[in-house]
């Protein structure tokens, strides 16, 4: 696959497939707090339909070049959690 839309969209489904089994494992648990559970799928839902429409408003260069940004942040910040003192709190 080349198209940069194309993979989101397939990424999204295979999350939805597995997020849904993983709801599924968690109500029969009964493993759920509801009202924070609400609140999230709500900021989810709103977020995602956000991200795709301004997905589809900016050049596919763009969004490689977003992603390309992501990876070095997140190795950047893996290197520092490792190899310095300093604290990277939400990693």
């Not at 397939?10 to 029969?28: D, E, R």
């Not at 070049?65 to 070095?72: E, V």
Request: hydrophobic letters at 50%; charged letters at 15%.
């Amino acid at each position: 696959m080349q198209n940069l839309k194309e993979m989101n969209g397939l990424k999204n489904l295979v999350s939805a497939i597995l997020t849904s089994i993983a709801v599924c494992i968690y109500i029969i648990g009964g493993k759920i707090e509801w009202l924070p559970a609400l609140i999230m799928g709500i900021s989810a839902a709103t977020g995602g339909y956000i991200g795709a429409s301004i997905s589809y408003k900016i050049a596919d260069k763009w969004g490689y070049l977003g992603h390309y940004w992501d990876w070095f942040h997140l190795i950047y910040l893996l290197y520092l959690k490792r190899h310095t003192r300093m604290r990277v709190s939400f990693l």
